[in-house]
């Protein structure tokens, strides 16, 4: 992979702007708790160095959806971990996102999550492909605008593999 690839998004890029996302995260919040929901598994390396950077109370969760994009490409979205409401109920979600693309799953997850009565709800991608957006959705933070290219490291897969990249990628197509 690594001679069909360019990195995009350096190691020192990422790590200053999650450091900054972070902060503009405690800054919101101020002395309220926050909970990180992570959606698995391409988010895990961006959660980790957000909580890492984050200087407040906060606590970590994770859900796991799976989406099913065949040729018809209905893009329909499911729970493969179920939520307990505790963990949401009357707490301050911020739904953790490795990249935000069509916009299904992240549309898909806060509705779901309302019907736990979260106090509030809000989203943060690291990428966000805006040109590829199918339903309408924006999210809270962002770390980057990307063009659409199909980017793989720092948690991004392409068919499991290269999440272990500690900088982002595109794959060129020769
Ligand atoms: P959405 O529901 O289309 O917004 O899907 C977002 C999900 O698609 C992300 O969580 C990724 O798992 C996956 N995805 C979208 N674009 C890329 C990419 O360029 N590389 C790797 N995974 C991607
Ligand atoms: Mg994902």
Excluded: H
Aim: net charge negative; aromatic share 10%; glycine share 6%.
């Amino acid at each position: 992979m690594k001679n069909n690839m360019e990195i995009l998004i350096s190691e020192e890029k990422l790590q200053a702007r999650i450091k900054e996302i972070a902060s503009e995260i405690k800054n919101d919040y101020k002395n309220q708790e926050v909970v990180f929901l992570s959606v698995l598994k391409g988010a895990v390396f961006f959660t980790v160095d957000l909580m890492k950077n984050y200087d407040g109370d906060c606590l970590l969760d994770v859900v796991r959806v799976s989406s099913y994009e065949g040729e018809n490409s209905t893009g329909e979205i499911s729970l493969k971990i179920p939520i307990k409401k505790e963990n949401i109920e009357g707490k301050n979600i911020i739904v953790v996102e490795d990249i935000i693309d069509t916009g299904r799953t992240l549309k898909y997850l806060v509705e779901y999550l309302k019907d736990f009565s979260p106090k509030s709800i809000k989203t943060c991608a690291l990428l966000d492909k805006k040109a590829r957006r199918v339903v309408e959705f924006d999210t809270d933070y962002t770390g980057f605008e990307i063009e659409d290219l199909f980017v793989i490291g720092y948690g991004l897969d392409y068919d499991e593999k290269y999440r272990n990249f500690p900088y982002v990628a595109y794959v060129k197509n020769n």
